[in-house]
Nanobody, 115 residues
Framework: QVHLVESGGGLVQAGGSLRLACVAS????????MGWYRRAPGKQRDLVAY???????NYVDSVKGRFTISRDNAKNTVYLQMDSLQPEDTAVYYC?????????WGQGTQVPVSS
């Protein structure tokens, strides 16, 4: 069994920064894509950023230039550096990974951004 555990969420003021981290643990024999999704209040869960094994990245337009996704393959960890946070970034952020040929999700971490 594998687990994804996020950390780094919390209340931040508009214009501030946070760094989320997600560690995959357990019996891992393959790790492919990793990424971050978010669910804003009253909305569906949407992709924020994605990173492939080789480091290729993709971002939703609303976070381009403000958020940076990275990964440490040796540690099975994915990061999301969030700068210039805005109230509209308020959401529960979920880590995602394609592990052992299955979709895996973290439990989510809250990021409220105050104006």
């Amino acid at each position: 069994q594998v687990h994804l555990v996020e950390s780094g969420g919390g209340l931040v003021q508009a214009g501030g920064s946070l760094r989320l981290a997600c560690v995959a643990s357990g019996s891992i024999f393959s790790v492919a894509a990793m990424g971050w999704y978010r669910r804003a209040p009253g909305k569906q869960r949407d992709l924020v950023a994605y990173i492939g094994v080789g480091g290729s990245t993709n971002y939703v337009d609303s976070v381009k230039g403000r958020f940076t996704i990275s990964r440490d393959n040796a540690k099975n960890t994915v990061y999301l550096q969030m700068d210039s946070l805005q109230p509209e970034d308020t959401a529960v952020y979920y880590c995602y990974a394609f592990l052992n040929r299955r979709d895996q999700w973290g439990q989510g971490t809250q990021v409220p951004v105050s104006s």
